[in-house]
């Protein structure tokens, strides 16, 4: 389990989530969206040609999936080239080292498997995990206050992936709160999803479609499974603030 900061550092990352409450959607996601963003623009920016964090990267395997691709909008060719050229020059020894011995064709798959498995997690998921349990911690405390109750009872209400990390965080009381913002957000999108199917009925589909009820299709996917990657602003942001983040940061 993450450690829980410092109270001083909780009030600089507060800032960050009142800031990710007020624009919508899952906070946390934001918040992990944008830090992957500064780590990875941070990664290229001064990491490249760092042995410890080469070596880290290494045994991962590279990045995930995910990370990996939103490498692209970074637009660091040279960054992004040469740490691929590195990894899979290892990738290409690693399968010759397996097939050397050529062994009966089963235990070859074995072997070969077993060679190219990555000995450690993504550097950047890793990062964003930190930086989310973070958030979390600096939430938690203050999900009594107006504005945060109100803020996640609707319009920024957790996704299911960060509603049960919070949980997992939280105290007996604090996690009797979260259950009930959550309830009173899936109950507050319901009826956004029951007019918005209502009104595609020809009986009343001459009534106009309201913002929330146009938008409550989008925003169940993103309770149930996080809104990951979405916020394509924040590799803008990372290229004007080239630097990883560091937990108790605000920025």
């Known amino acids: 389990m993450t450690r829980p900061p410092e109270r001083a550092d909780t009030d600089l990352v507060f800032a960050r989530v009142e800031e990710a409450l007020a624009a919508g959607g899952c906070p946390i996601c934001r918040i992990g969206d944008e830090s ?7 990664y290229l920016y001064e990491r490249v040609n760092d042995p410890a964090s080469r070596r880290e990267l290494i045994d991962s395997r590279g990045f995930c999936a995910r990370h990996a691709w939103a490498l692209v909008p970074l637009r660091d060719t040279m960054g ?6 590195h990894l899979l020059q290892d990738l290409a020894a690693g399968i010759r080292r397996a097939a050397a011995s050529r062994p009966r064709r089963a235990r070859s798959s074995l072997r070969l498997r077993a060679a190219l498995r990555p000995s450690g997690e993504c550097p950047a998921c890793l990062h964003v995990r930190t930086m989310e349990d973070g958030a979390l911690h600096a939430l938690l405390p203050r999900i009594a206050r107006a504005e945060v109750w109100e803020r996640l009872c609707g319009p920024s209400a957790l996704c299911l992936p960060h509603f049960l990390r919070a949980v997992s965080l939280a105290d007996e009381r604090t996690a009797a709160r979260l259950i009930d913002a959550e309830l009173a957000a899936l109950d507050d999108l319901g009826r956004h999803l029951d007019e918005l199917i209502r009104k595609h009925d020809y009986r009343f589909s001459a009534e106009p479609i309201a913002p929330e009820e146009a938008a409550s299709w989008m925003r169940a996917i993103e309770l149930l499974v996080g809104a990951e990657g979405r916020t394509a602003s924040s590799f ?3 290229k004007t603030n080239p630097r990883s983040d560091r937990p108790g940061e605000s920025s």
Request: charged share 25%; proline share 0%; glycine share 6%.
């Open 36 to 42: 992957a963003a500064r780590f990875l623009w941070g």
């Open 80 to 85: 992004v080239a040469i740490l691929y050229r």
């Open 236 to 238: 803008r942001r990372a």
